[in-house]
């Protein structure tokens, strides 16, 4: 019988090389691949032998099958014309960081399972928070500190966890049903989902209204007076969740004066700038994090715009005590003596999972791959590359520019009176307003951009408006990509009007 040798040096010395040339392939072939997988639901299904082999086969077998039948199903997230949702950012130096933390694949719950894991962290925490120029407070050399986790959603699960026990401690547990959490209708669903899961009544979560106008933006006045209504009412306002670069639009809460208002009621302000968070270390963007001195946590995804490979979300907190306090845990078999010290981070007791990955090598990798003056060029390109993409829009009068830019996404639509003439009967007899034949239209636009496997982008609803986003800083992207997408933009424009016409 074949004796399996599962980290035989020599094989995976041969094998790791031939995946590595498959990838830098892939990386050069990118753009042919239709960018938006074109498969049907249950493709793989059909391709799949319905049971897992009971013999070993060879890496080149598997290879093959990955070429034929997985790549078909893959939508191309690091291709040059991929602008759908927020990029994804990865490089040599994400992947090469993410290859070792899997090579060594340690479990580093706490400090002795594997100290520099957890010291490296911090290091790396540091640096990022320095070069972001956070307060003092929310730095390890401060009294506070920073953890790597998954993704966002995980931030906000802590903080709200931290939040809640906080507030409880001092009004009594019993009273969990009148704690209180705040977001705006751009919130990212994420706040939901983590006070739902943390016990938080339906009814006082509360989400309060954005408008146009104010370019969707939470109004400290607004969360004032939901505030003030809930206190009347015998109710505890808990926690706030401001964004900067909301996931629809990147509108930018005034995270200073919402800051002040949750001062008042010892609200926790956790700050979300998953996506924007990582262009502030450019100085001309820092100051859209003025006041963050204000808030009790920050967020941003290094593997949105910071070229660290999924997943990497950091998040800082001014009083790590808070999220220990809820989230430690203590059993016999992982008793030592560095953590009895107190000397030590246990990172276990920062999160909610135990086992935890080495996600730092990632962002250490990163930042001396390339140094800070390259990251903030890179993310600059981004900037730059969709101010041309929006002066592109600009110039076809049929289209918008629906909410002004403030990063590197654009979010754009054809306007009414482009397709009026399309709608025209059915606005007239009343049966349908003019903005939703405008909806139905870019809707159908979309469907064809993306249908066309070229360019991928995706939409928003905002104030009830359906807008195009385009969504630029994939780490392959240059400026002709850019200006190919908008020339598909308008070749399926012109094809939709026409046809419907
Ligand atoms: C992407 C995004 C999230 C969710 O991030 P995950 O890492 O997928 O949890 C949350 N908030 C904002 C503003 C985002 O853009």
Redesign the pocket.
């Known amino acids: 019988m074949n004796m399996m040798k599962p980290l035989d040096p020599t094989e995976f010395r041969r094998q790791g090389h031939m995946m590595i040339d498959f990838l830098a392939d892939y990386y050069e072939n990118i753009a042919k691949y239709p960018v938006l997988s074109q498969v049907e639901p249950g493709y793989l299904r059909k391709l799949m032998p319905s049971f897992a082999p009971l013999n070993p086969e060879p890496i080149e077998t598997i290879l093959q099958d990955l070429q034929q039948h997985i790549l078909p199903g893959i939508t191309h997230w690091q291709s040059p014309n991929y602008f759908a949702?927020?990029p994804s950012s990865g490089s040599t130096a994400g992947f090469l960081g993410e290859m070792l933390s899997t090579g060594f694949n340690l479990v580093g719950f706490n400090w002795v399972s594997s100290p520099a894991a957890t010291e490296l962290e911090g290091v790396v925490m540091d640096w990022l928070g320095q070069v972001l120029k956070l307060p003092k407070d929310f730095l390890f050399s401060g009294c506070g500190g920073g953890v790597l986790l998954?993704?966002?959603?995980?931030a906000?699960l802590v903080t709200l966890v931290a939040a809640r026990d906080q507030m409880l401690s001092k009004i009594g547990r019993e009273n969990i049903g009148k704690l209180v959490v705040y977001v705006s209708d751009q919130t990212?669903c994420?706040v939901q989902k983590a006070a739902h899961v943390i016990g938080i009544h339906p009814t006082c979560f509360r989400v309060i209204k954005t408008l146009k106008s104010t370019s969707f933006t939470l109004l400290p006045e607004s969360l004032l007076s939901a505030v003030r209504t809930d206190v009347r009412k015998g109710l505890v306002p808990c926690y706030v969740c401001v964004?900067v670069?909301?996931?629809s639009t990147t509108a930018i809460d005034p995270l200073g004066p919402l800051c002040k208002v949750a001062k008042e009621y010892a609200i926790w302000v956790h700050v979300?700038?998953?996506?924007a968070g990582s262009v502030c270390i450019c100085p001309e963007f820092r100051h859209l994090i003025d006041g963050v001195e204000g808030a009790n946590s920050f967020s941003l995804?290094a593997?949105?715009w910071f070229l660290t490979n999924l997943?990497c979300?950091c998040l800082w907190v001014k009083d790590p005590t808070s999220l220990i306090k809820s989230l430690s845990t203590h059993s016999v078999y992982l008793e030592n003596s560095a953590s009895d010290s107190k000397q030590v981070v246990d990172y276990k007791d920062w999160q909610i999972t135990l086992s935890r990955r080495f996600r730092a090598l990632k962002v250490w990798l990163v930042f001396r791959s390339y140094g800070v003056a390259n990251l903030r060029s890179f993310l600059r390109s981004h900037v730059e590359m969709a101010k041309a993409f929006e002066e592109l829009v600009k110039q076809d009068k049929r289209f918008e520019i629906f909410v002004p830019r403030n990063f590197a996404l654009v979010c754009f639509r054809l306007i009414p009176s482009a397709v009026a003439k399309i709608g025209n009967g059915r606005v007239q007899n009343g049966h349908i307003k003019a903005e939703d034949v405008a909806n139905e239209i870019n809707r159908k636009l979309l469907d064809s951009i993306n249908g066309s496997g070229t360019v991928y982008m995706t939409h928003a609803i905002v104030g009830g408006v359906y807008v195009i986003r385009c969504a630029i800083g994939a780490s392959l992207t240059e400026k002709k990509h850019v200006i190919k997408a908008w020339k598909v933009v308008q070749e399926r424009t012109d094809a939709i009007l026409k046809q419907l016409d």
Do not use: L, P, Q, V
């Open positions: 949702y927020f998954g993704t966002t959603c995980e906000i990212h994420a964004t670069g909301t996931t979300d700038a998953a996506y995804n593997h949105k997943d979300c």
